[in-house]
């Protein structure tokens, strides 16, 4: 995987169009058609959301570190880097399909969006790794 | 009443918003007073109109299910009025389209 974007931003939820703006400008040299591109922006935003909610618990200048990455083949991995408090993994949770639940949806979007999600606890907090399969047919 | 960009009116028993452009994580407070104000005045005939919403994440849809859950043990309903494509799209990723009466 080669790195193709890094983008460092403080935890406040008004940077987070950063996010997406930038992650819409990396993909817009990929050919990836209109849908993928609304879902990733979606996934990299919630992912952004729940490091300032959970891991920053509310917005302030603790920093969150944004890279993408890509085989340039068929692969485009999305990774998130915080140094808050380091989450249990185990609580991490999708929704609950069978009930009416406000709890997890960010969680369960991630993950219905994306092809293979991780997480795990690194030096200084939690990183978050997100991969989509894209066509093989690109620009870049 | 006005709640930032939200409006929200009592007509006939009726609760209705109307929400501005986005239904996101920083507009969440706002929106849980609106309700809150329904919920004060025992409406749980709800009708929120979205035509105005072009941007929404996981929070603004938690809000809906949180109080169409409440209003529902009370033999409520809270209806979407006018959703527009993003906020569907949206709804169907996270499985909870088929939840909410639909209004178009």
Known sequence: ?140 | MLNGDIEVKIDNDRGIIVLGSTLSTKDTRDVRRTFEYLEQNNITDIYVNMSNVYQVDSSGVGILVMYLKRVKEQSGNLRLMFPREEVKRILRLVNLYSYFEIIE
Do not use: W
């Not at chain 1, 209109?34 to 300032?52: G, M, Q, R, S």
């Not at chain 1, 993408?68 to 408090?85: A, L, M, T, V």
């Not at chain 1, 293979?116 to 978050?128: A, D, F, I, Q």
């Open chain 1, 1 to 140: 995987m080669k790195l193709i974007f890094k983008l460092c931003i403080p935890g406040y939820y008004e940077y987070i169009q950063i996010i997406k703006n930038s992650t819409e400008k990396v993909l817009e040299t990929f050919k990836i058609n209109e849908e993928e591109l609304y879902t990733t922006k979606l996934a990299v935003a919630e992912a952004a959301i729940n490091i300032i909610k959970h891991s920053y618990k509310g917005e302030g200048d603790n920093l969150i570190e944004y890279s993408i990455y890509s085989n340039y083949k068929d692969e485009i991995r999305f990774i998130f880097e915080d140094n808050g408090d380091k989450i249990d993994l185990k609580n991490i949770k999708s929704r609950d399909l069978d009930k009416l639940d406000d709890h997890g949806l960010g969680v369960y979007l991630i993950k219905s969006i994306m092809d293979k999600v991780e997480y795990k606890h690194v030096e200084k907090g939690t990183k978050l790794s997100m991969t989509k399969k894209i066509g093989v047919d690109f620009d870049a």
